[in-house]
């Protein structure tokens, strides 16, 4: 009798571990997703030294997708978030890459993490942004709300804009990080045509904002237009450093 029980105590218990291992074997695997961008010709050309440097400060983005799941909306009220499918580092990290890849070669300017403070006379425009949304809507549409800014270091004005992207994406969770990675880069191809203006401009003389009556001699400067098929929203918007 005890070695009959035993005989299925070592039954059940083999049948377990073996059940164990199927559904091990079975979980999906994890996927990893990125926005980096694809390398891609400068607006400049090639340089032997940037005129100017862009410093593109940490990004800031929603508490709700700030996880290193891929959040997507199930409906207005509901989202769902992807165990499964997950950012190759944190998102805040993933755009400010991505912003630093884009704004590299669309201002043709040397972008980085941070700017070194060497000395030397070449200009330096601080990029910052706030995400305000940042939706994932499969098989119909990604969004990205955010409020940016161009800062000169030389003098501390700012002009800050305030861009809104959505793009169509197909069924599947590449597409919506395919979608997501299109919409950064309209946004950083329009901070690029910013800090062109401003490095075109010089810093000789006091920033005005387009639309504002500003004294003879000021730079004018608007936030970009919206482009085709993209919905763009502007604030012309100037902060002057407090005297």
Request: hydrophobic letters at 40%.
């Amino acid at each position: 009798m005890k070695q009959t029980r035993s005989w299925r105590t070592m039954v059940r218990t083999v049948t377990v571990i073996g059940l164990a291992i199927l559904t091990a074997c079975a979980s999906p695997p994890t996927r990893f997703y990125t926005l980096g961008t694809e390398a891609g010709p400068t607006m400049t050309g090639s340089t032997a030294g940037p005129s100017f440097r862009i410093d593109v400060r940490p990004v800031k983005v929603p508490a709700a997708v700030a996880r290193s799941q891929l959040v997507v909306q199930v409906n207005a009220a509901q989202v769902e978030v992807r165990e499964d499918d997950r950012w190759a580092s944190s998102l805040p990290d993933e755009i400010r890459y991505a912003l630093i890849a884009g704004l590299s070669h669309q201002a043709g300017a040397a972008g980085a993490k941070t700017v070194a403070r060497n000395g030397d006379d070449v200009p330096v425009y601080q990029v910052a942004v706030e995400v305000q949304r940042f939706e994932s809507w499969p098989g119909s549409h990604t969004l990205i709300d955010v409020v940016w800014d161009v800062r000169t270091l030389a003098d501390g004005e700012t002009l800050t804009c305030h861009s809104v992207v959505s793009e169509p994406v197909s069924d599947g969770y590449q597409a919506v990080v395919d979608g997501h990675r299109r919409a950064i880069r309209v946004v950083a191809a329009q901070i690029a045509k910013v800090v062109r203006a401003l490095a075109a401009s010089g810093t000789g003389s006091p920033l005005t904002p387009a639309g504002a009556s500003g004294r003879a001699g000021s730079r004018v400067l608007s936030c970009p237009h919206a482009t085709d098929g993209v919905e763009t929203v502007t604030d012309r918007t100037v902060a002057r450093p407090e005297e």
